[in-house]
Antibody, heavy 123, light 110 residues
């Protein structure tokens, strides 16, 4: 059974940093691209970032480009999101989401989602 | 403002059919596959349709998807109260090099 478990969320002050993790199990993590998707309170879904299976290709939403960095450790089956220079508008539940195809180099769709971790940016 | 445009809300009676539209452009829907997600209150999204019209295993055939040009449509037949949820379309935008979603549509089963 595929499981994605996010962690690392919490309350942070504007301008601060946070690193989210997503522990994956139930599939061969190193074969699949992964994504981060967020949802602000009461708002819709917003795609944040994509990383290919090897980690060679990454993409970011304009809203986080230059501030967030996606990475992965295939030996630990873990996805990361390093978030710097956080703003109030980054407050959201952050989901990690798996790409369904081996070898994807851009987002196709998301076949499995974690439960999410809440990030609150506030003073 | 979302790159993909969905109606904010739709409603229909139990047993009836509803469609949800998703409008985009040549750089997103017009050149890439569309997927649809259901988000029940307080839960993570779940994929209903991928590659425009394919249902993952376990998704009932009451749910269907189609695409024409730069628009896509999700259809739900035999509406049930358990279908009340937010529905999102999504795709890749080749010009932005980014994933994009619609703003979401809240389905109410009256």
């Amino acid at each position: 059974e595929v499981q994605l478990l996010e962690s690392g969320g919490g309350l942070v002050q504007p301008g601060g940093s946070l690193r989210l993790s997503c522990a994956a199990s139930g599939f061969t993590f190193s074969n699949y691209a992964m994504n981060w998707v967020r949802q602000a309170p009461g708002k819709g879904l917003e795609w944040v970032s994509f990383i290919s299976a090897s980690g060679y290709s990454t993409y970011y939403a304009d809203s986080v480009k230059g501030r967030f960095t996606i990475s992965r450790d295939n030996s630990k089956s873990t996805l990361y999101l390093q978030m710097n220079s956080l703003r109030a508008e980054d407050t959201a539940v952050y989901y990690c989401a798996k790409d369904p195809y081996s070898g994807s180099y851009y987002v196709d769709h998301f076949d499995y989602w974690g439960l999410g971790t809440l990030v609150t940016v506030s003073s | 403002q979302s790159v993909l445009t969905q109606p904010p809300s739709v409603s229909a009676a139990p047993g009836q059919k509803v469609t949800i539209s998703c409008s985009g452009s040549s750089s997103n829907i017009g050149s890439n596959y569309v997927s649809w997600y259901q988000q029940l209150p307080g839960t993570a999204p779940k994929v209903l349709i991928h590659d425009n019209n394919k249902r993952p295993s376990g998704i009932p055939d009451r749910f269907s998807g189609s695409k024409s040009g730069t628009s896509a449509t999700l259809g739900i037949t035999g509406l049930q109260t358990g279908d009340e949820a937010d529905y999102y379309c999504g795709t890749w935008d080749s010009s932005l090099s980014a994933g994009v979603f619609g703003g979401g549509t809240k389905l109410t089963v009256l």
